[in-house]
T-cell receptor, first 111, second 114 residues
Framework: RKEVEQDPGPFNVPEGATVAFNCTYS??????FFWYRQDCRKEPKLLMS?????NEDGRFTAQLNRASQYISLLIRDSKLSDSATYLC????????????WGAGTKLIIKP | DAMVIQNPRYQVTQFGKPVTLSCSQT?????MYWYQQKSSQAPKLLFH???????NEADTPDNFQSRRPNTSFCFLDIRSPGLGDAAMYLC?????????????FGDGTRLSIL
């Protein structure tokens, strides 16, 4: 089993729709969780950190479920500019510096 | 304003010819990382520095080396690039090892091997 698993997609979603994807992680001791966004042939950019209580940033909501060991990302009122690959990132067990990256979920927003 | 700067954006080298990629940061962060990313794959950590302390990942090939002469700069040296080393190389920084410290990336250097 991979340490961080994501559905690779692509998710094809009409503009304005709500889309959600999950990411599962295997290390129950992980404490740091992030969603990064990566555009084609560009560097990853931090979208949001994921906190235990869940957090929201505009149209984006992230949730953490420690019992089931997954994090989720919800995008409301999707825009064409949301098309990208979304990478789930979790810190390695007993290590704050070493992040384990998922391979990403590709999202395509269609007009 | 770019805070993590990688040069060059695109690098073409010949099979076996040494190449150096550079990264500089204006964030004064303690930790600097080098990742390799191939198409449709997750970034793969090669090594990182905490200040001057170098940490090599167990599966990083011996062909890859790094230098950090000061806080601001870090270099990735590929001694004898093979075709399998063609990839995007990403430099990232973080302030320290505390929980929930995100990593900040440069634009990356795309390396091609002829």
């Amino acid at each position: 089993r991979k340490e961080v698993e994501q559905d690779p997609g692509p998710f094809n979603v009409p503009e304005g729709a709500t889309v959600a994807f999950n990411c599962t992680y295997s290390n129950s001791a992980s404490q740091s969780f992030f969603w990064y966004r990566q555009d084609c042939r560009k560097e990853p950019k931090l979208l949001m950190s994921v906190y235990s209580s869940g957090n929201e940033d505009g149209r984006f909501t992230a949730q953490l479920n420690r019992a089931s060991q997954y994090i989720s990302l919800l995008i409301r009122d999707s825009k064409l500019s949301d098309s990208a690959t979304y990478l789930c990132v979790v810190n390695k067990r007993d290590s704050n510096y070493q992040l384990i990256w998922g391979a990403g979920t590709k999202l395509i927003i269609k007009p | 304003d770019a805070m993590v700067i990688q040069n060059p954006r695109y690098q073409v080298t010949q099979f076996g010819k040494p190449v150096t990629l550079s990264c500089s940061q204006t964030l004064n962060h303690n930790v600097m990382y080098w990742y390799q990313q191939k198409s449709s794959q997750a970034p793969k950590l090669l090594f990182h520095y905490y200040d001057k302390d170098f940490n090599n990942e167990a599966d990083t090939p011996d062909n890859f080396q790094s230098r950090r002469p000061n806080t601001s700069f870090c270099f990735l040296d590929i001694r004898s690039p093979g075709l399998g080393d063609a990839a995007m190389y990403l430099c990232a920084t973080s302030s320290d090892y505390r929980v929930n410290q995100p990593q900040h990336f440069g634009d990356g250097t795309r390396l091609s091997i002829l």
